[in-house]
C-alpha cells in the first residue's frame, strides 16, 4: 500500500526516506533515519520495531544486507512484511514478502533502495530509480528524493489512490541552527495529491531553512538599500539606530528568515519575499 525510496546522499552525509501511500500519515509509520548510521522504510503489514532495531544493527556495522536478513529471519510475519535499508556504505538492500499484494517487489543500487507494494505496476520503481539516478548527485538529497517521489507517483503510484506523503533527511549538525541533525522531517498526511503538496512544503522549507548561496548575495547599498529601507518601513521595520541591517534582521526573524540573514547583504529569496510582503 506504499512506494518509498531510501538512500544516501553522495558524500556519505546524509541519509533519508521519501514515501507516498494511500493510507493515513504514513510519515508516521513507514520511514526512521540516523544521522551517522543509515536508513530505513518499513511498509506493506509494517512491522516498526524493525525502524530501532534495523537503526541499532547498522550502528554496529551490519551491512544493508545483513540488516534485512536479521530483521526478517526473527520476523514470524516477514510473508507480510516489505523493507527497504540503506547504510553509511554500499549498496541499499529491500525484502518483499511473498504475501505482499501485487504489485509488489523492489530495486536496488549504490546508496539506495526503492520498494512498493499494491502498486499500479512495476514501472512504478523502474520510473523511482531512473529519476534518482539521474538527478544531480550534488544537489541536496531532499531534492533527490523528492524528484524519486514524483516519478512513482507521476507513474501510477498505488493503484488504490492517494492519501498521505512524507520527506525524512538527517545529516550531522545540518538541522535547524547546526544545533541538531534533522535536515528535513516534513509530513502530508491527509490530501488528495500528498505528493505535490510535500513539494509545496519542501519549497517552503527550502525558503526558511536553507543557508543563503554566497555568490548569489546582493550587496545593500544604493538604490537597492534604498528600496529595502523603503518596503522594510512600509511593514512598520523603519531603520533606526541600528541602521537598516537591524532593521532587516528584526523583519526577517518575524518572517522565520533568520537562516538567511547576512548583515550588509540581502538574499534573492529575502528580496523577493520582501517585495511580495509589501506590495
Not at 553522495?10 to 526512521?32: E, H, N, T
Not at 544493527?57 to 529471519?73: D, F, I, N, P, R
Not at 545540518?174 to 512544503?201: I, K, N, S
Request: hydrophobic fraction near 45%; include cysteine; proline fraction near 5%.
Amino acid at each position: 500500500m506504499t512506494f518509498s525510496i531510501v538512500a544516501r546522499s553522495a558524500d556519505g552525509s546524509a541519509f533519508g526516506v521519501a514515501v507516498a501511500s494511500k493510507f493515513l500519515a504514513v510519515g508516521a509509520m513507514v520511514p526512521a533515519a540516523q544521522a551517522g548510521v543509515g536508513a530505513i522504510a518499513t511498509q506493506a503489514y509494517a512491522n516498526l520495531a524493525y525502524r530501532p532495531q534495523g537503526l541499532a544493527l547498522l550502528a554496529t556495522g551490519v551491512s544493508a544486507a545483513g540488516v534485512v536478513a536479521a530483521l526478517t529471519a526473527a520476523d514470524d510475519g516477514r510473508v507480510q512484511r516489505q523493507l527497504g535499508v540503506v547504510g553509511a556504505s554500499g549498496e541499499g538492500a529491500t525484502f518483499t514478502g511473498a504475501g505482499c499484494h501485487p504489485w509488489a517487489g523492489g530495486v536496488t543500487g549504490d546508496g539506495y533502495a526503492i520498494q512498493g507494494n499494491i502498486l499500479a505496476g512495476p514501472q512504478v520503481v523502474e520510473r523511482m530509480q531512473e529519476a534518482f539516478c539521474a538527478s544531480d548527485p550534488q544537489a541536496p538529497l531532499h531534492r533527490r528524493l523528492y524528484a524519486a517521489l514524483l516519478a512513482g507517483d507521476r507513474a501510477g503510484g498505488d493503484r488504490r489512490g492517494r492519501q498521505s506523503a512524507a520527506l525524512l533527511v538527517v545529516a550531522p549538525g545540518q538541522g535547524y541552527g547546526g544545533t541538531g541533525d534533522v535536515v528535513a522531517d516534513l509530513r502530508v498526511d491527509d490530501h488528495p495529491d500528498p505528493v505535490v503538496e510535500l513539494g509545496r512544503l519542501l519549497d517552503l522549507h527550502s525558503l526558511v531553512f536553507d543557508k543563503p548561496d554566497p555568490a548569489t548575495l546582493l550587496p545593500l547599498t544604493g538604490e537597492l538599500a534604498e528600496e529595502v529601507a523603503r518596503r522594510l518601513a512600509t511593514l512598520g521595520f523603519r531603520p533606526g539606530s541600528g541602521g537598516l541591517d537591524e532593521a532587516l534582521a528584526l523583519w526577517s526573524g518575524i518572517e522565520n528568515l533568520e537562516e538567511r540573514f547576512v548583515p550588509g547583504h540581502i538574499d534573492p529569496r529575502v528580496l523577493d519575499h520582501l517585495r511580495a510582503q509589501s506590495g
